[in-house]
């Protein structure tokens, strides 16, 4: 089992960056391939960025592709996106989540959930 915390979200202007962590506890955490998901008002949540357990490969959303970048520390337990040009389209709440096996990109196939952190992006 892992819990999963989310940090970093904010309010920032249109073309502006910010970087999301998401630090794991216990002893596993290269054991998850991990994944970043967005829920915007009146939307279903939607998988934006995911990384193997290696960390070798990545996956992108069309809609964030060359923008965002997903990364991870297996050191450090911690897994990062990084959002840059963020548009106000790219508001909302953004979770990491844990998954047990890699290429995984339905909300469902993730086993462990953080409990989100708010992103605002004003035009």
């Known amino acids: 089992q892992v819990q999963l915390v989310e940090s970093g979200g904010g309010l920032v202007q249109a073309g502006g960056s910010l970087r999301l962590s998401c630090a794991a506890s216990?002893?596993?955490?290269?054991?998850?391939?991990m994944g970043w998901f967005r829920q915007a008002p009146g939307k279903q949540r939607e998988l934006l960025a995911a990384?193997?357990?290696?960390?070798?490969?990545?996956y992108y959303a069309d809609s964030v592709k060359g923008r965002f970048t997903i990364s991870r520390d297996n050191a450090k337990n911690t897994v990062y996106l990084q959002m840059n040009s963020l548009k106000p389209e790219d508001t909302g709440v953004y979770y990491c989540?844990?998954?047990?096996?890699?290429?995984?990109?339905?909300?469902?196939?993730?086993?462990?959930w953080g409990q989100g952190t708010q992103v605002t992006v004003s035009s």
């Open positions: 989540a844990a998954s047990y096996s890699d290429y995984n990109i339905l909300p469902r196939e993730y086993a462990y």
């Open positions: 216990g002893r596993t955490f290269s054991s998850y391939a």
């Open positions: 990384i193997v357990r290696s960390g070798g490969i990545t």
